[in-house]
């Protein structure tokens, strides 16, 4: 959602005229309404919104997916809009990856090209490899994967553009289809959009989770957490540990707040950090609050953060979009990824924040040395690293858009 939004205020002036094809949010299980979010499009944008079946209605068999609920009718939906009115491309921007499948359908029945945009891979070896639980559980995802492995192949093959979010994906996509050439995935990163900042500043939850003013230093992280995280995490809590015990006055002034870290809807979220903070004894600086807050509710909380922990998986593709906002919050902010991850070199090129990096478990000990020494120790929580100007444009909503644009004309040349 997040790519459509920034990018449509744009999009006329360069020559495209948007229409949103998108479910309702009251059909989106564990989905958080943001009233906001409205007024950082134009207002005449035209979005149609697809009703399919409630979760009420399946949870109780069990089927609690978006797209078994709610894909029918979205298909039907894209149907009527492409045979009674004229388009000239179909942009796919979601992670419900069901929908790609539309893209040779739609092509084929009304000769109109797509675009892919992949957020996260489709086809992912990464639960596999790591021998962690995927989210929903084992079956869920097999079943998925299977799916993923059938249909992806065409869905490819048909595309007349591919972008992603992380340049490891074309490499992937490469490596699973010998016939695919990692070049013609356009490696565009979610952009960021100053505006958002500047309503978060002026904006007040309806019940805040930090308490700002109460004499305490807050780090905050805003996001989801898993298994994948828990490099970063013990290493961040355990670098605390050495830091409390070797000054206690300083460290009990720090608290750490993890906010929105589970996908799963009430009263089924998970608790990922307060687990590894209990094992490591400092549960008692730790709050998390697992379930999913408004967008602006969480922008508010990183620009008021005394600091920020922008927390990488250990899976070197993960980009994390978060990075962006983080950046144009201009708060002291520890940058902790895979060393691979192309988050790290986005934040070193734009020159904020400090960073820090790990390939797997074995790093575990330098790393919270080096977390104790050069983040606590050296009082680098109190320093602020302002972004380069010029080398944070390329990642601006407008710059972003423009690159999308570019993609979409050469996706209705080459058709």
């Not at 002026?202 to 996001?223: E, Q, S």
């Amino acid at each position: 959602m997040q790519r459509a939004r920034l990018a449509i205020p744009y999009l006329k002036a360069l020559g495209w005229e948007p229409v949103v094809l998108a479910i309702a949010p009251e059909f989106i299980e564990g989905g958080v309404l943001d009233p906001l979010m409205e007024s950082t499009y134009p207002a005449d944008t035209r979005i149609v919104r697809v009703r399919g079946l409630a979760p009420q209605m399946t949870r109780w068999a069990g089927i609690g997916s978006l797209w078994l609920r709610c894909g029918r009718a979205f298909r039907a939906a894209g149907d009527h809009l492409l045979r009674t009115e004229k388009f000239d491309l179909v942009f796919f921007t979601t992670t419900q990856f069901n929908a790609f499948t539309l893209g040779p359908r739609w092509k084929r029945r009304f000769c109109v090209p797509y675009v892919l945009d992949y957020q996260d891979p489709w086809v992912n070896d990464y639960y596999a490899r790591t021998r962690t639980r995927p989210p929903g559980g084992h079956l869920k995802f097999a079943w998925s994967q299977w799916q993923a492995r059938h249909q992806e192949p065409e869905v490819l093959r048909q595309a007349a553009g591919v972008i992603a979010v992380s340049d490891a994906y074309g490499k992937n996509l490469a490596a699973n289809y010998p016939w695919f050439p990692a070049a013609r995935v356009r490696l565009i990163p979610f952009g960021a959009a100053a505006q958002d900042l500047e309503i978060a500043r002026r904006h007040r939850p309806a019940t805040a989770l930090i308490d700002f003013k109460d004499g305490f230093f807050h780090h905050v992280y805003a996001g989801r957490c898993g298994h994948d995280m828990a490099i970063s995490l013990t290493a961040i809590l355990r670098a605390f540990k050495q830091f409390l015990a070797h000054h206690p006055e300083q460290a009990r002034r720090i608290r750490f707040h993890f906010i929105g870290t589970d996908y799963a809807p009430p009263p089924l979220g998970r608790e990922w950090v307060l687990p590894i903070a209990k094992q490591e004894g400092v549960a008692q600086f730790v709050t998390e609050h697992c379930y999913r807050v408004p967008y602006f509710d969480a922008l508010y909380y990183i620009v008021h953060a005394d600091a920020l922990l922008a927390v990488g998986s250990n899976d070197p593709t993960y980009s994390a979009s978060k990075i962006f906002p983080y950046i144009l919050a201009e708060r002291p902010m520890l940058v902790l990824f895979h060393q691979k991850s192309p988050v790290l070199a986005f934040t070193r090129e734009t020159g904020c924040g400090q960073c820090f990096s790990f390939e797997n478990a074995s790093d575990l000990d330098a790393l919270t040395a080096q977390l104790h020494t050069e983040w606590f120790q050296a009082q680098s929580m109190l320093k602020l690293s302002p972004a380069n100007p010029s080398a944070f444009e390329p990642f601006t909503a407008a710059s972003m858009t423009q690159q999308l644009v570019e993609c979409f004309e050469a996706a209705v040349r080459s058709d």
